[in-house]
């Protein structure tokens, strides 16, 4: 019984990092649809020139004008981690015209990881 649990606990731990791992493979392919798929029902972006919060349909067309003006070239994770529920992975996303340092924040939201924030800052 107790090694039963013990698979539970690993399952879920793996599973709960699923989600951002996800994320990172859509920041590496700059795709905005393939993130799209993590929104939360709202979704707060913060980029060089402008900051606000958007419905996930809006998240998403933002994102892929985004994309489109800087074509992504990779995405390297620096660091991610997790805190009761919500996690988080900060990296550089490395386009043609530059690089931002990228934070990504995600919450359990029911039985899933669901994006809310994200930040493109200029390094």
């Known amino acids: 019984m ?13 599973s709960s990092f699923l989600g951002i791992d996800e994320v990172v493979t859509a920041l590496k392919n700059g795709s905005a649809s393939q993130l799209a798929k993590f929104f939360d029902n709202t979704v707060e972006i ?6 606000n919060t958007y ?6 067309m933002v994102i892929k004008d985004f994309f ?3 074509e992504v070239k990779t995405f390297e994770v620096i660091h991610k ?10 990296g550089n996303l490395v386009t ?10 995600m919450k359990q939201k029911g039985d899933r ?4 924030e994200i930040r493109f800052e200029n390094k």
Not at 46 to 51: A, E, F
């Open 2 to 14: 107790r090694r039963i649990f013990t698979l539970v606990g690993f399952a879920i731990l793996f």
């Open 46 to 51: 913060t980029m060089p020139d402008k900051s």
């Open 55 to 60: 419905s996930k349909s809006q998240a998403e």
């Open 68 to 70: 489109t003006n800087n």
């Open 81 to 90: 981690g997790d805190n009761a529920g919500s996690q988080y992975c900060i």
């Open 96 to 105: 043609k015209a530059a690089t931002y340092r990228t934070t990504v924040y």
């Open 113 to 116: 990881q669901v994006l809310q």
